[in-house]
C-alpha cells in the first residue's frame, strides 16, 4: 500500500478539488465519476493504476470496475499509460484513467515518474 500513497493522495487531491468547485460555482462537476468513488475504489484504483505503470507497455490497456467493493453506483475505467521515458535516473510514463459511472465520462491524463525508492509519484508542470 505505501508504493500506492502517492496516487492515492493525488486521487483524492481531485475529489477534494471537485468537492471545492461547488463553492467556485461549478456544481456540473459534482456529479462526475471522480466524485462517486468510496474509499474502497480509491484502494483498488490506485493498485490498478500501478499495476498498469508498472506492468503494461505504452498503449495497452486494463479494465477495472468497482464490483464487489460495496459501492451502490457501478463505476468502470480503461487504465492504459503511455509516453514512457527512461533515463538512468528515472522512469516516466503518462497514465490515462477513462472514468464511466451514471451516464458519465471523465477522463485524466497524470504524468508520473518512478521514484529512487521504486514509488510512482506525480509530477507536477
Not at 39 to 46: E, H, M
Not at 66 to 95: F, H, M, P, Y
Request: aromatic share 4%; proline share 3%.
Amino acid at each position: 500500500m505505501r508504493k500506492q500513497l502517492p496516487f492515492l493522495v493525488s486521487i483524492v487531491l481531485a475529489a477534494g478539488l471537485i468537492t471545492a468547485s461547488h463553492a467556485a460555482n461549478l456544481r456540473f462537476l459534482n456529479d462526475t465519476p471522480m466524485t462517486y468513488l468510496k474509499p474502497k475504489d480509491k484502494t483498488s484504483l490506485v493498485a490498478a493504476i500501478d499495476g498498469v505503470l508498472s506492468n503494461k507497455g505504452d498503449g495497452e490497456t486494463q479494465q477495472w470496475s468497482n464490483e464487489g467493493l460495496g459501492n451502490s453506483v457501478a463505476i468502470q475505467a480503461e487504465l492504459s499509460a503511455t509516453d514512457t521515458v527512461k533515463t538512468d535516473a528515472k522512469t516516466c510514463r503518462k497514465i490515462h484513467i477513462a472514468l464511466h459511472a451514471k451516464g458519465q465520462d471523465q477522463t485524466l491524463s497524470i504524468p508520473a515518474c518512478k521514484t529512487a525508492d521504486g514509488n510512482w509519484a506525480v509530477q507536477k508542470k
